[in-house]
């Protein structure tokens, strides 16, 4: 993989798959932001992943709160000057009987896998790169040599 030095915001990063894409993308030399609405596990996830901090950040960031997910991107555009990659990882599994798969948690679903992946981090996106993001959970796209964006494309 040709991540070394590539920036990554990684959502729901703090445990499970996340957790494992940014320990995998941090051994590959990218830089990672622990990107999770809960602040402790994601703290501890970066600590764990990369005790220097110096390739992993956490950020708070619950998926479906657009001023968390531009406050978040911002943060990480600072901290490490770029952003290359977003791994929309972040969700949430209800099983339930049809009969109990009441409307609000529909709702809750929607929000964090379809909204949660969608437009906040579009606008990020296109300010930083000028272009208009692919419909994708996973994508990563090549980027004009402008700060705060990588000079680095992939
Ligand atoms: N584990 C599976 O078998 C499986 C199968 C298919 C799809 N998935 C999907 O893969 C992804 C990761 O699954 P996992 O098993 O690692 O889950 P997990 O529960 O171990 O981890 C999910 C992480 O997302 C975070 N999260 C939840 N809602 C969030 C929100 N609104 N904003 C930010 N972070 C949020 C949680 O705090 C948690 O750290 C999920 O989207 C899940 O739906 C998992």
Redesign the pocket.
């Known amino acids: 993989m040709r991540l070394k030095d590539k920036v990554a915001i990684v959502?729901?990063?703090?445990?499970?798959?996340?957790k494992e894409i940014a320990a995998v993308f941090i051994r590959e030399g990218a830089k990672v932001a622990i990107?999770?609405?809960?602040q402790q596990?994601a703290e501890a996830a970066a600590r764990e992943l990369d005790a220097t901090g110096k390739r992993a950040v956490s950020v708070v960031?619950?998926?479906?709160n657009e001023g968390q997910v531009n406050a978040g991107t911002a943060k990480v555009i600072e901290t490490f000057g770029a952003l290359d990659i977003l791994i929309s990882?972040?969700?949430?599994?209800i099983v339930a009987p049809l009969v109990d798969f009441d409307f609000s948690k529909w709702k809750l679903l929607l929000a964090?896998?379809l909204d949660?992946a969608s437009s906040p981090r579009e606008r990020r996106w296109r300010r930083c790169t000028g272009r208009k993001a692919e419909p994708s959970s996973t994508w990563a796209r090549s980027t004009p040599r402008k700060p705060p964006c990588s000079r680095h494309p992939m």
């Open positions: 959502t729901g990063a703090a445990s499970g798959i996340g990107a999770d609405l809960n596990a960031m619950d998926v479906t990882n972040a969700g949430i599994q964090i896998h949660g």
